[in-house]
């Protein structure tokens, strides 16, 4: 169904802070099977980041970036990633909790795209699970997002477990967003009892929760699809490394 195995390099961001140690983590991830990455920020030199990811087979499929660099100085942005050959320019998520704050931010941000995409450029959006609060009486923040983000110079990041923690049908959103959706994450939730004794929602390796991958999969190559990425925030099997393996493992049997 897919060829290549992507990242978001979140899931290790403990190993990003230092070039030497990420030369080693991206090793480590190539010979997991990992060929393309999506970035959640840089804290040593652009080019060299690049080059380390290009040294292990690694290419940059989009970016969360500095909303504020976004917005406020595109130029710059749009150099970065031309040189780390992307055309996702994107953010982590923006969390408003009214609706003029929302609608602000979206007329800012469809601003930017509109600069972005005569350059040939997209922002993108990675949702979590607040975006589904009500917010206008039965309309969520999500579907503010949904209906006045510009579907031509923008598109979404869906996350297959920010859906169900905010309630959402995986599928149904899926076919919502039909082609709106350049990048998923991939990422499994089950439920872990905790000191308390109270049984909460638990990110977990891909294929070990409870999400039924089969018709998610399905419905993800149906609307194109074109980078599926695996994300786990944390509650790690050892170290995040030994729970990517897990998750690649796991989706072999989806891999072309």
């Not at 970035?39 to 690694?58: M, S």
């Not at 130029?75 to 609706?99: A, C, D, L, P, Q």
């Not at 993108?124 to 975006?131: M, P, V």
Request: aromatic share 12%; charged share 25%.
């Amino acid at each position: 169904m897919f060829k290549n195995l992507g990242v978001q390099l979140y899931t290790i961001r403990d190993y990003m802070k230092d070039p030497e140690i990420a030369d080693v983590a991206f090793a480590k991830l190539a010979r997991l099977g990992y060929t393309e990455a999506h970035t959640a920020g840089c804290e040593f030199d652009p080019a060299l980041f690049c080059d380390l990811l290009k040294k292990h087979g690694i290419r940059i499929i989009g970016t969360h970036y500095d909303v504020n660099e976004i917005l406020n100085n595109p130029e710059k942005t749009m150099e970065i990633h031309r040189m780390w050959g992307t055309t996702n320019i994107g953010i982590g998520g923006f969390f408003r909790s009214t609706v003029a704050e929302i609608r602000e931010f979206i007329n800012n941000y469809n601003r930017a795209a509109e600069i972005y995409g005569r350059e040939g450029f997209r922002l993108t959006y990675h949702h979590h699970h607040y975006e589904f609060a009500r917010v206008d009486g039965y309309r969520t923040m999500m579907d503010l997002l949904v209906d006045e983000l510009d579907p031509v110079n923008t598109s979404f990041v869906a996350d297959t477990c920010w859906l169900a923690a905010g309630g959402a049908d995986v599928c149904e959103w899926l076919e919502k967003l039909r082609g709106r959706i350049d990048i998923l994450h991939l990422k499994d939730m089950t439920v872990k009892r905790n000191e308390a004794g109270h049984l909460l929602p638990y990110i977990t390796e891909v294929g070990y929760g409870n999400l039924s991958f089969d018709p998610i999969m399905k419905k993800a190559e149906e609307i194109g699809v074109k980078h599926y990425v695996v994300e786990q925030d944390g509650n790690f099997t050892k170290t995040p490394f030994e729970s990517l393996r897990m998750s690649a493992e796991f989706l072999k049997k989806y891999q072309k």
